[in-house]
């Protein structure tokens, strides 16, 4: 793994007992590559997603290593652990940075595994690993052409997803301008969180499994998919949203099926919950993927 974009000597070493879930593989060994993006330059609202790896990190040690859910100790899965970009502040440059990573860890065939940061890093992921279909859990469309002034803000992420990826689902959304709307319903499959309350996540993830069947998947949770209400630690919050469960469904069902995974916009200044959420999710992606290819 070229070292190009990674932190500085001394950055790296206040990281080095910060490795996710104390993850230990070597890269050559490794079947996951986790690896941080602490950006949040085309922030809107509140900023602070940029300490999200960090907070995602710092939270996974609070969990037990084996995962009752699947039957596996994390400790017998070999995934590792490569530190944060040293970030762009621009955000084209930026989604260039990811791209060069994540294209490597894949062309490595191993899965890549994002911390954000904010979700304008998603961009580069998807153009690497290049997914059949395209699943995000997300309070927002995202399907601005431009915003303040770059087609590759933070609110623009699907709507550049679209340009390389045209199968694109949208779990949990509640927000965006009418112009959006009418954008999802024509290029997209949406199912909005009032869909995910009327009809239930497993009847929704059938749907969406029966349209995937064998497709390659890249799954991406923006972290205000959940209710801000249960956790707050948000740069752009909305109420009304999905819950804890809703989403850990969502990774569950998916994993087995995704080239590449994310959690980002974590802006960790509540009392812990988001990052603790995110850490779990992390944990539960790669024990449902590992399970499924053993």
């Not at 710092?58 to 039957?71: D, H, K, M, Q, W």
């Not at 990826?165 to 965006?176: H, L, M, P, Q, Y």
Request: aromatic residues 8%; charged residues 25%; negative net charge.
């Amino acid at each position: 793994m070229s070292d190009l974009f990674w932190l500085s000597k001394a950055g790296m070493n206040e990281l080095a007992h910060l490795h996710f879930a104390d993850a230990d593989a070597s890269y050559g060994d490794a079947r996951y590559a986790v690896f941080g993006v602490p950006y949040d330059g085309t922030t809107s609202f509140r900023p602070g997603a940029r300490f999200g790896p960090r907070a995602i990190r710092e939270a996974s040690f609070n969990f037990e290593s084996y995962e009752p859910s699947t039957g596996i100790d994390l400790y017998e899965v070999p995934f590792t652990d490569l530190g944060d970009l040293a970030v762009s502040k621009v955000p084209e440059d930026l989604v260039d940075q990811v791209a060069d990573v994540a294209g490597e860890i894949a062309g490595d065939r191993k899965v890549p595994v994002m911390l954000g940061g904010e979700h304008t890093a998603t961009i580069g992921a998807v153009r690497a690993v290049q997914p059949d279909v395209y699943v995000v859990c997300d309070a927002h469309l995202d399907l601005r052409d431009e915003l303040d002034g770059t087609p590759y803000s933070h609110g623009c992420v699907t709507r550049r997803v679209l340009d390389t990826t045209d199968d694109v689902v949208i779990i949990g959304a509640r927000s965006g301008d009418r112009e959006q709307f009418e954008v999802a319903e024509e290029r997209t499959r949406l199912y909005t969180a009032d869909a995910v309350r009327e009809r239930g996540i497993a009847g929704v993830l059938g749907e969406v499994l029966a349209h995937i069947g064998d497709k390659k998947v890249y799954l991406s949770i923006d972290a205000d998919a959940i209710d801000c209400c249960l956790t707050p630690g948000l740069g752009t919050p909305e109420p009304f949203g999905m819950t804890p469960l809703d989403v850990r469904e969502v990774v569950r069902t998916l994993a087995p099926h995704a080239v590449g995974f994310d959690y980002v916009e974590v802006a960790p200044f509540d009392s812990g919950q988001t990052a603790a959420v995110a850490a779990q999710m992390v944990r539960e992606f790669i024990a449902r993927h590992w399970v499924a290819e053993r």
